[in-house]
């Protein structure tokens, strides 16, 4: 039997928040329900050419959430269920939109539980408002010209707004 969630808390959610979307903010709102404090983990990917820096996605999320103390930002690199062991995260959180995240995100719970498995993934089913965003579709958008208000806050689409516009 695994040992009671001790008061105070806390839920790592990793991603790439490239930019952050308001499907997002859905899950961090979900998140807020169930465990005291949600920290967001950005990923360090030396793979990926991110539009947006790791610096200017800590301070997008910074702005987002100020005046919350229960949501915090950090970056990590390597292997997430070690980061999750080094911040004393018991809970790692991911959104669900559709089947294709349910069986991404089914594969990496497992093989994430199968290295650490004192470390739970839950999942979040988003709302029917935000299921549909994607960070990807929102890049694209905002490259082409597009209005991305409806998808992200109001202070992302205007840093959208002036990475294309650059
Ligand atoms: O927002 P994303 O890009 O879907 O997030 C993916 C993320 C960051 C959660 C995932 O790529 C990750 O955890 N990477 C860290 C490396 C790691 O732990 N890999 C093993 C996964 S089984």
């Known amino acids: 039997m695994k040992k009671r969630r001790p ?4 839920a790592v959610f990793p991603g790439s928040f490239d930019p952050i979307t308001n499907g997002h903010l859905d899950i961090v709102d979900r998140g807020l329900a169930v465990f005291d404090r949600v ?7 030396p793979e990926k ?6 610096e200017e996605r800590v301070a997008i999320i910074r702005e987002a959430y100020r005046g919350n103390p229960r949501v915090e930002v950090d970056t990590f690199s390597g292997l997430l269920v070690d980061y ?11 959104g669900l939109r559709d089947a294709g995240d349910f069986d991404y995100e089914m594969q990496m719970a497992g093989m994430n539980a199968a290295m650490v498995p004192d470390v739970e ?9 935000t ?9 694209q958008i905002a490259a082409m010209g597009g209005d991305v208000t409806s998808f ?7 840093a959208l707004k002036r990475k294309f516009s650059a």
């Open 131 to 139: 299921r549909y965003i994607a960070a990807s579709f929102v890049r």
């Open 152 to 158: 992200v806050p109001a202070k992302v689409a205007a």
């Open 84 to 94: 999750a062991e080094k911040v004393g995260a018991s809970v790692i959180i991911r």
């Open 49 to 54: 050419q991110p539009l947006f820096t790791v």
């Open 39 to 45: 920290r967001m983990a950005i990923l360090m990917n």
């Open 7 to 10: 008061d105070g808390s806390l």
């Open 121 to 129: 993934t839950v999942f979040l089913a988003s709302s029917p408002e």
